[in-house]
T-cell receptor, first 112, second 114 residues
Framework: AQRVTQPEKLLSVFKGAPVELKCNYSYSGSPELFWYVQYSRQRLQLLLR??SRESIKGFTADLNKGETSFHLKKPFAQEEDSAMYYC??????????????FGKGTLLTVNP | EPEVTQTPSHQVTQMGQEVILRCVPISNHLYFYWYRQILGQKVEFLVSFYNNEISEKSEIFDDQFSVERPDGSNFTLKIRSTKLEDSAMYFC????????????FGQGTRLTVV
């Protein structure tokens, strides 16, 4: 079974402070991990995927298979980072399905 | 930039009525999905569709639900007899190839069953 846990429902930081949004997963095979972001009144959009190992908008995330984690980090938060962040897992469940299993999401608020 | 589009953005329906939620995936995509999000809860997978058939469905996707790709462009979710607990945001998503696993989401349809 696929499971994604985001332990923090809400996270509030001040502008310029570091931010870390936690994500842990459970999957028996080799998953692909994603971070999706949803800004106010907008659609879910892909922020990061672990296989690309890139930094988007200053955010990075490293897959730690030993700890089954994929935490999202940014050294200096900006007010425009305020949004809902979802960690998601995609696994090949025996076919070519690649459905996404989402965590419950973390609402990040960056205060001025 | 191509987008997944969903209509309507908001649908209010009476309990027991049938609703059809419509989605236009990105044109060269091959894999299509419906997800839903009940207010305050996580985004949940409903069904995936590939090669004109359902490839996987969740426990939520019971006999009241069906999906169709009637004309090669639209991808619809039908709920035959809506219940109060079907009230949620429904998201359509599409994906290109087997190797590219990034899913693109529509803006969602908010379904309210009264």
């Amino acid at each position: 079974a696929q499971r994604v846990t985001q332990p923090e429902k809400l996270l509030s930081v001040f502008k310029g402070a570091p931010v870390e949004l936690k994500c842990n997963y459970s999957y028996s095979g080799s998953p692909e991990l994603f971070w999706y972001v949803q800004y106010s009144r907008q659609r879910l959009q892909l922020l990061l995927r672990h296989i690309s190992r890139e930094s988007i908008k200053g955010f990075t995330a490293d897959l730690n298979k030993g700890e089954t984690s994929f935490h999202l980090k940014k050294p200096f938060a900006q007010e425009e980072d305020s949004a809902m962040y979802y960690c998601a897992l995609s696994g090949n469940s025996g076919g070519s399905n690649y459905k996404l299993t989402f965590g419950k999401g973390t609402l990040l608020t960056v205060n001025p | 930039e191509p987008e997944v589009t969903q209509t309507p953005s908001h649908q209010v329906t009476q309990m027991g009525q049938e609703v059809i939620l419509r989605c236009v995936p990105i044109s060269n995509h091959l894999y299509f999905y419906w997800y839903r999000q009940i207010l305050g809860q996580k985004v949940e997978f409903l069904v995936s569709f590939y090669n004109n058939e359902i490839s996987e469905k969740s426990e939520i996707f019971d006999d009241q639900f069906s999906v169709e790709r009637p004309d090669g462009s639209n991808f619809t979710l039908k709920i035959r007899s809506t219940k109060l607990e079907d009230s949620a945001m429904y998201f359509c998503a599409s994906r290109g190839t087997r190797k590219n696993t990034e899913a693109f989401f529509g803006q969602g349809t908010r379904l309210t069953v009264v």
